[in-house]
């Protein structure tokens, strides 16, 4: 099995500071692809070693990128503190890093006066010190990503395009892209990937939509924070519906399309000098860019979902080590105790509930989202026959610290099992 001491200098730099910045509390995407087409044919701009994502007390999300270099000297640090800043202002980001076991004097000096925070050898070392068994996990172990992740999604093993864009996709532009404009194409991605994929390389995309889904969810969740219930939710639909245009626009351009056939119809009635004949013609401007049919559903279970906003980043941390340990064929418990401190039972039913919105309003097959769903281990099927079963306390955990929605005459259910409050939660 690949572990740290297997890999070259800098991608063993890396995983570190992916390790180190998980057990600070962010969630963690590396190797981060900015693509741009151009002229039909795609061209990675730049790539950013690790993306990191966290929500505060409000629910905003916040966006950091962090770029490692491992080279001996001072040569092109500057350089990188000024590529962050750049990188930084084109994406909107909330903290700038820049990771290289040993940093110039100099370096340092210029780094004070700019927002780019410095990571060194020292400070990873302290973050390390402090762990406990295991130091590795998740997409931070090399055991998971080179061995097992890396080849389920090698493009030879892809084979469709469609596949291959889907995972580019999936990967890398949806997570710095607006939430309601990610949200809108991944009930087609889950669709292809069901239709066109198998195997191992399935479950890897199915693990990579089912994070994107809980980060759309907590992301529109902190958006209908920020307004009352029927505004946020109205804007949040209007989102859902924009196309080429706004909604609003669309819906001006099919009124003024009304009033034109409109007044064809008068014109022509009396041109032939017959009587009026009553017709039932439905207005473009009440047909025009609806929202998805799915949109309320999605609402009440993002609105769910944010309702212990203290836990809102561990939710993608919890689903990322119980997703790719269990794909791994390892038992998650051990790395969600080091790693997560949250309430585990709330986060498995958080992500349990992901997985069923997904069957129920986007009616999506798979085996994951059935195992998620009726709340048993997840485990892979690949993995070892002699691994100990998953902890059922999760399962079974108190009703009250469940994320809940209320019944349609106002009340809520505090005492029913894992799958009949998820059931609760998406029947909204």
């Not at 995972?167 to 309601?180: C, G, K, R, T």
């Not at 109205?234 to 351009?253: D, P, Q, Y």
């Not at 059922?392 to 009949?420: F, I, N, V, Y």
Request: net charge negative.
């Amino acid at each position: 099995m690949t572990g740290l001491a297997d890999l070259k200098k800098g991608a063993a730099w890396e995983y570190r500071m992916h390790r180190a910045l998980f057990a600070s509390g962010w969630y963690v995407r590396p190797n981060v692809d900015l693509r741009e087409r151009v002229a039909g044919s795609p061209q990675t701009m730049a790539e950013v070693d690790l993306l990191g994502l966290s929500f505060d007390a409000g629910l905003n999300a916040r966006l950091l990128v962090g770029e490692c270099k491992d080279r001996k000297g001072s040569t092109k640090e500057a350089d990188r503190v000024i590529w962050l800043l750049g990188l930084g202002e084109l994406l909107g980001v909330d903290e700038l890093l820049f990771a290289k076991p040993s940093i110039a004097s100099a370096t340092v000096h210029f780094a004070g006066s700019t927002s780019v925070a410095l990571h060194d050898e020292a400070a990873v070392l302290r973050i390390e010190a402090a762990l406990a068994a295991p130091l590795l996990a998740g997409t931070f172990d090399p055991a998971v990503r080179e061995d097992h992740v890396r080849p389920a999604v090698d493009r030879t093993v892809l084979g469709d395009s469609r596949l291959r864009e889907a995972y580019d996709w999936i990967h890398n532009a949806s997570w710095y892209e607006e939430p309601l404009a990610r949200l809108r194409r991944l009930p087609g991605y889950f669709r292809l990937v069901t239709s066109e994929s198998s195997g191992s390389t399935r479950e890897v995309l199915m693990i990579e939509g089912l994070l994107a889904v809980l980060a759309c969810g907590l992301q529109v969740a902190g958006q209908l924070r920020r307004h009352a219930p029927q505004v946020g939710r109205a804007l949040a639909s209007e989102g859902l519906a924009s196309g080429a245009a706004s909604a609003s626009a669309l819906r001006e351009i099919g009124a003024r399309a009304d009033e034109y056939y409109r007044d064809v119809f008068e014109r022509l009635t009396e041109a032939t000098g017959g009587a009026r004949i009553m017709i039932d013609v439905p207005r473009l401007a009440d047909n025009i860019a609806p929202p998805p049919r799915w949109a309320d559903g999605f609402f009440s279970f993002a609105e769910s979902l944010g309702g212990r906003p203290e836990a809102a980043t561990d939710v993608l941390r919890f689903a990322e080590l119980e997703l790719f340990e269990s794909f791994a064929g390892r038992d998650p418990e051990q790395a969600l105790r080091t790693y997560v401190r949250g309430d585990h039972g709330w986060l498995a039913t958080a992500l349990a509930s992901a997985g069923g919105f997904c069957q129920r309003y986007w009616s999506i097959e798979d085996a994951l989202l059935q195992r998620l769903a009726a709340g048993t281990p997840i485990r892979s099927k690949n993995s070892a026959a002699d691994m100990p079963a998953a902890d059922t306390d999760r399962a079974t955990m108190p009703a009250t610290d469940a994320p809940e929605a209320s019944d349609k005459d106002g009340t809520t259910s505090s005492d029913e099992s894992l799958a009949s409050r998820q059931a609760s939660l998406l029947d909204e």
